[in-house]
Every structure is written in C-alpha cells, then in structure tokens.
T-cell receptor, first 113, second 113 residues
Framework: DAGITQSPRHKVTETGTPVTLRCHQTENHRYMYWYRQDPGHGLRLIHYSYGVKDTDKGEVSDGYSVSRSKTEDFLLTLESATSSQTSVYFC????????????FGPGTRLTVT | AQSVSQHNHHVILSEAASLELGCNYSYGGTVNLFWYVQYPGQHLQLLLKYFSGDPLVKGIKGFEAEFIKSKFSFNLRKPSVQWSDTAEYFCAAYSGGYQKVTFGIGTKLQVIP
C-alpha cells in the first residue's frame, strides 16, 4: 500500500463546529486530492493540490478549505460543519495528475449531528 | 464539462456468471481511462488503466476492459465472477488540461454464491 494515512479515521461533531481532517503521505508525490463519497454520488472532488501552497477547487468545494504547507501534508477544513457534510472523506495522491494511478487513503468517516 | 457515466448502478450475479460493466465518457481527444475497485469497508484500488496502445487492457484478478474510441466507452469485463468480487467499481477518466480525474458514480456488484 502507498504510504497514505488519514486522521482521524472516525469523527462525530456538532453542527457549526470547525473540523480539520489530515492527510499525510510518505511518497513525496506532488498531487494530492480530497474527495467525499456519498451513496448515489460516487466520488466527488472537493479540493486538490499540485504543490506546496498550490491548491484549487473541485466540484463541491463550498464550505471547505484546504492548506498544504508541506509536501507530505494536506489538510481539509470544514469551517462550520453542517449535516450535509456528513460523509466519508478520502485523500488520494498521485505522481502525475491523470497520467498515473491515484493511491487512496483509508478514509475518514465524519458524522455531523 | 467532462463527465463519466456508469449506467449499471447495482448488479447482482451468481458465481461463475460473466460480467460486463458499462462506462462512457463525454469528451473526445486523448483520454486516459481507469477502473478502480472498492471492497466493502476499504479504500479504492486500481484494477486497470488505459493510456494508449492495445485497446484491450488486462488488469488484476482476471479483469479486462476494452477501449472503443468510436463509442466513447471503456467497459469492464470478467468471464467468470467469484463471490470475492463483490465490491463497488468506479470508472474514471482524465482528458488533460486539468489536473484532476473525473469519476463515475460507481456500480455495486453483488455476487451470490
């Protein structure tokens, strides 16, 4: 398995609280992605990064922000969690965007009550 | 916008039956195509990929896929499924110009012993 870890693996939080999810890689890959997976919607891209401090929005970025201050870490923040953000969040990395496979982390199950 | 369609959302097969899962993408030009598998409770893993060359691609665990450019399709096949193939299967495509891959919504395969 590629060296990707996500923390926490499970989290329950209340509506309106901030939440930060962490993705850590040991592969030194340039590209990192945050997806959410929901029944009937498959995988949807939230944000991605193509280098340190270089990030861009995906298709469902509203309510989320990201930061990448080091190659190995990509943080996803929900500034004020809502119930619609209850989901499973996956981080992925790749060496060459779209030209190599993506390696996925184990996922974080987030429940917003 | 680029899109990937998977028309079979839930497929139920008996062991030893043949499998074909459909995948269509919406754009022309050069495209890189992927199939990923997600076993229950796990993260996505690459099954196979197509970048160029022979349009019939063989992947792991006996899976193969055929790229048909004229039909914008990349269907996944397996001659004889096993109970252990029960999983969700995602088709994905990359068309260049963006640093991200578009995923289909997935097909859940249930194999009955």
């Amino acid at each position: 398995d590629a060296g990707i870890t996500q923390s926490p693996r499970h989290k329950v939080t209340e509506t309106g609280t901030p939440v930060t999810l962490r993705c850590h890689q040991t592969e030194n890959h340039r590209y990192m992605y945050w997806y959410r997976q929901d029944p009937g919607h498959g995988l949807r891209l939230i944000h991605y990064s193509y280098g340190v401090k270089d990030t861009d929005k995906g298709e469902v970025s509203d309510g989320y922000s990201v930061s990448r201050s080091k190659t190995e870490d990509f943080l996803l923040t929900l500034e004020s969690a809502t119930s619609s953000q209850t989901s499973v969040y996956f981080c992925a990395i790749t060496r060459l965007a779209g030209k190599d496979e993506q390696y996925f982390g184990p996922g974080t199950r987030l429940t917003v009550t | 916008a680029q899109s990937v369609s998977q028309h079979n959302h839930h497929v139920i097969l008996s062991e030893a039956a043949s499998l074909e899962l459909g995948c269509n993408y919406s754009y022309g030009g050069t495209v890189n195509l992927f199939w990923y598998v997600q076993y229950p409770g796990q993260h996505l893993q690459l099954l196979l990929k197509y970048f160029s060359g022979d349009p019939l691609v063989k992947g792991i665990k006996g899976f193969e896929a055929e790229f048909i450019k004229s039909k914008f399709s990349f269907n996944l096949r397996k001659p004889s499924v096993q109970w252990s193939d029960t999983a969700e299967y995602f088709c994905a495509a990359y068309s260049g110009g963006y640093q991200k891959v578009t995923f289909g919504i997935g097909t859940k395969l249930q194999v009955i012993p």
